[in-house]
């Protein structure tokens, strides 16, 4: 028994070690995410409120695409084929 819990206190400690250890690029990533997913809910949010249907099919396609390109740039950085420091304005 003292065994057991020794072990689950040792993979609980692993568990949150783990979780702390960001590198600039994966945090990058996510600010990079994070900003698209605003910017996107933003489109979503007029899209919802036009009356337009046309407009709002326009606004969900640009709300999707700017989600898509967020991700990619996230993903560019994380495996590092851009900078954790590139301009994220603008996606």
């Known amino acids: 028994m003292k065994i057991l819990t020794q072990g689950a206190i040792a993979a609980g400690l692993l568990t949150l070690t783990a979780c702390g250890t960001s590198t600039p690029a994966e945090n990058a990533a996510e600010n990079i995410e994070a900003a698209a997913d605003n910017q996107a809910d933003y489109l979503e949010g007029l899209a919802d409120n036009t009356t337009d ?9 640009q709300a999707d695409a700017v989600r898509d390109a967020g991700e990619n740039r996230a993903d560019a950085v994380e495996n590092g084929m851009l900078p ?8």
Do not use: Y
């Not at 590139?86 to 996606?91: K, Q, V």
């Open 53 to 61: 249907p046309m407009l709002e099919q326009s606004l969900e396609n």
């Open 84 to 91: 954790p420091t590139a301009d994220t304005n603008g996606m």
